[in-house]
């Protein structure tokens, strides 16, 4: 059985997101950790999941800006270099894709290949996309 990591930094505006995604693996049959940076205990391990999604909400008044506490936590993770991961981020109106380019900035420079990147509007797309992956 595939094993997926659904990593989010637990702002509201991802909330819906990450649990749709989680959903749509689970569906897939994927076992499903779900993971949001503010309750971690010891740091997370990448190599031994499958599939990976890594997601920030946008901040600043333009966005554009990831959660700091999203970048503190990928530093302590293991297990990053060579493995792939897929990015996201919410859909907002300004600033979208230069949030998404500092997630993919931050997983590239622990080694992590960002296989895919996405933003999303909810979690009717986020499910929908995982459909499309072909896990």
């Known amino acids: 059985m595939k094993r997926g990591l659904v990593i989010w930094d637990e702002s ?3 909330k819906e997101i990450a649990e749709a995604l ?6 897939e049959g994927v076992k ?3 993971q949001g940076i503010n309750s971690i205990g010891k740091p997370i ?3 031994r999941y499958d599939v990976v999604l890594v997601g920030s909400s946008h901040e600043g008044f333009f966005g554009g800006k990831i959660s700091p506490k999203l970048k503190e ?5 293991k ?3 060579g493995r792939d991961v897929i990015a996201f981020v919410n859909s907002r109106f300004f600033g979208t ?3 998404l380019k500092e997630v993919m900035s931050n997983l590239e420079a622990h ?3 960002v296989r895919d990147f996405r933003e999303f509007e909810g979690g009717e797309a986020a499910k929908k996309y995982i459909k499309v992956i072909g896990l």
């Open 73 to 77: 936590f990928l530093k302590n993770c």
């Open 79 to 81: 297990g990053m270099a």
């Open 32 to 34: 499903v950790d779900l």
């Open 45 to 47: 391990n990448f190599s």
């Open 97 to 99: 894709s230069k949030a």
């Open 22 to 27: 989680v959903e749509g693996l689970e569906e």
């Open 111 to 113: 080694g992590s290949i």
């Open 12 to 14: 509201e505006d991802l």
